[in-house]
Nanobody, 127 residues
Framework: QLQLAESGGGLVQAGGSLRLACAAS????????MGWFRQAPGKEREFVAA????????FYADSVKGRFTISRDNAKNTVYLQMSNLKPEDTAVYYC????????????????????WGQGTQVTVSS
C-alpha cells in the first residue's frame, strides 16, 4: 500500500528558501502524476504545483509561479518542491498526493483527482 511522507518544512524568514520532499513507500509512483497542495489556518486547501508522471510537464498556481519548482526522482520514488523567495502568505501545511489518472489540462489543479495524501509538513514564513 502506498504511503507518502513529507519532510523539509520549517521556519524561515521572508525571502528565504526551503526544499520539501515527498518520499513514497510501499509502491512506485513513477507512473503517476504527483501534486503539492497547502492549507493555511482557516482556509481551504489549495493547489500549489503538480508534475506529470514522466516529469516533462509541470503546473503551478499563479501565486507561486517563478518562485517554486516541482521535480521528481523516480529512482528515489520521491517528489520535491523547491521554494524560493518565500513570503509570509506561503505559511501553511504542505501536503503531497498521488494523482489518479487520467489527467488532462485543468484536472491537475483539482484536489479531488488525488489520493494517498501525506500527513503534511508545516512551513512558516516570518516577515
Amino acid at each position: 500500500q502506498l504511503q507518502l511522507a513529507e519532510s523539509g518544512g520549517g521556519l524561515v524568514q521572508a525571502g528565504g528558501s526551503l526544499r520539501l520532499a515527498c518520499a513514497a513507500s510501499g509502491r512506485s509512483i513513477s507512473s503517476y502524476a504527483m501534486g503539492w497542495f497547502r492549507q493555511a489556518p482557516g482556509k481551504e486547501r489549495e493547489f500549489v504545483a503538480a508534475i506529470a508522471w514522466g516529469g516533462a510537464a509541470t503546473f503551478y498556481a499563479d501565486s507561486v509561479k517563478g518562485r517554486f519548482t516541482i521535480s521528481r526522482d523516480n529512482a528515489k520514488n520521491t517528489v520535491y518542491l523547491q521554494m524560493s523567495n518565500l513570503k509570509p502568505e506561503d505559511t501553511a501545511v504542505y501536503y503531497c498526493a498521488r494523482g489518479v489518472p487520467p489527467f488532462s489540462g485543468t484536472t491537475y489543479y483539482d484536489s479531488r483527482r488525488y489520493d494517498n495524501w501525506g500527513q503534511g509538513t508545516q512551513v512558516t514564513v516570518s516577515s
